[in-house]
C-alpha cells in the first residue's frame, strides 16, 4: 500500500505474470531473457485536504496487462542447489482517477516497475 499526504491510498490486492525464457547453459551459468504479458489490480481513495475544504477522496479500482521484459543469470552450485538473480522492467501503462478538490478533476499515474529479484532454489 502507498499513502500519499493527504490520506489517499492505493493498494495492489494481486499481480503476476505470464512469461517465457530462453537461456543457453555454460558448463554451471545460465544466462537467459525473458518477457511476456503481466498483470495487476488494484484499489484505493481517501480524503483529499488541498487547500480549501476537505472532501472525500474518489474511490477507484481496476485491473490492468501489459508486457513485462528481463534478462537474468543462474549459477547452480552443485547439482542440487542453484542461485539466480535478475532484472525485470514491466510496463502497465496508467490510470487516471478523479480527484476534484485539485481542480484539474483528475490524476494520472503511471503503471511501471523496475524489480531486480534474488532466488535461491534447491532441485530434488
Same mark, same amino acid.
Given at each position: 500500500?502507498?499513502?500519499?499526504?493527504?490520506?489517499?491510498?492505493?493498494?495492489?490486492?494481486?499481480?503476476?505474470?505470464?512469461?517465457?525464457? @530462453?537461456? +543457453?547453459?555454460? *558448463?554451471?551459468?545460465?544466462?537467459?531473457?525473458?518477457?511476456?504479458?503481466?498483470? $495487476?489490480?488494484?484499489?484505493?481513495? #481517501?480524503?483529499?485536504?488541498?487547500? #480549501?475544504? $476537505?472532501?472525500? #477522496?474518489? *474511490?477507484?479500482?481496476?485491473?490492468?496487462? #501489459?508486457?513485462?521484459?528481463?534478462?537474468?543469470?543462474? +549459477?547452480?552450485?552443485?547439482?542440487?542447489? @542453484?542461485?539466480?538473480? *535478475?532484472?525485470?522492467?514491466? *510496463?502497465?501503462?496508467?490510470?487516471?482517477?478523479?480527484?476534484?478538490?485539485?481542480?484539474?478533476?483528475?490524476?494520472?499515474?503511471?503503471?511501471?516497475?523496475?524489480?531486480?529479484? $534474488?532466488?535461491?532454489?534447491?532441485?530434488?
Amino acid at each position: 500500500m502507498n499513502t500519499g499526504p493527504n490520506g489517499e491510498s492505493v493498494t495492489l490486492n494481486y499481480g503476476g505474470s505470464l512469461r517465457g525464457q @530462453v537461456g +543457453y547453459a555454460y *558448463d554451471r551459468f545460465l544466462p537467459y531473457v525473458t518477457g511476456g504479458v503481466a498483470f $495487476i489490480n488494484y484499489n484505493g481513495g #481517501g480524503i483529499q485536504t488541498f487547500p #480549501g475544504p $476537505i472532501v472525500p #477522496g474518489a *474511490d477507484y479500482s481496476g485491473t490492468k496487462a #501489459g508486457w513485462t521484459v528481463g534478462a537474468g543469470l543462474a +549459477y547452480a552450485f552443485t547439482d542440487h542447489f @542453484v542461485a539466480n538473480v *535478475d532484472y525485470r522492467y514491466t *510496463d502497465l501503462g496508467s490510470t487516471t482517477f478523479d480527484t476534484p478538490a485539485a481542480g484539474n478533476g483528475g490524476t494520472e499515474v503511471k503503471l511501471k516497475e523496475n524489480a531486480v529479484k $534474488i532466488g535461491f532454489s534447491y532441485k530434488f
